[in-house]
């Protein structure tokens, strides 16, 4: 995982617990919790295609330039833009939710997870002593009667 790319929601890990670059060095540590790695994780995708949505933003700035001649000008070169666009946005929305949910359910670092105990409950039920056992053809579906007698 990498550090080096800050994202929009690095200030969000500060409110969890600790900066970015200090919950890298908690996550490579034995025993980091696996929210704390997948919160990384997602940061760093969410920094990977905020890059991509400023490149593409910067490569349509460019290419709108006032100075520019305008015989340089694509429709369809811009059609492709807008569609790379708003794909990096969509990924971008995405990643923020998953993020940000994550970083509103997990617990703090240094703090370990509570375990979660997965029990069955299980049902009791004494049937009452004068309850007759049912007869041996009762609830039998008869099949489909044909006109002959038998």
Sequence with gaps: MSTAKASTMDIDFQQVGSPVPEL???AVARGASPAL??????????ALTEDQVARVRDRVHADMDPDRDMGELSADKLRF???WLEAALDARDGYRAALGELLRTMPPPGQPARPVRM???RATVTLPTSAAPAPPRAG???GPRSGKPA
């Design 24 to 26: 890298h060095e908690a």
């Design 37 to 46: 790695t997948r919160a990384l994780e997602l940061r760093s995708f969410l």
């Design 81 to 83: 833009d807008a569609q």
């Design 119 to 121: 029990t069955q409950p």
């Design 140 to 142: 039998a579906v008869r």
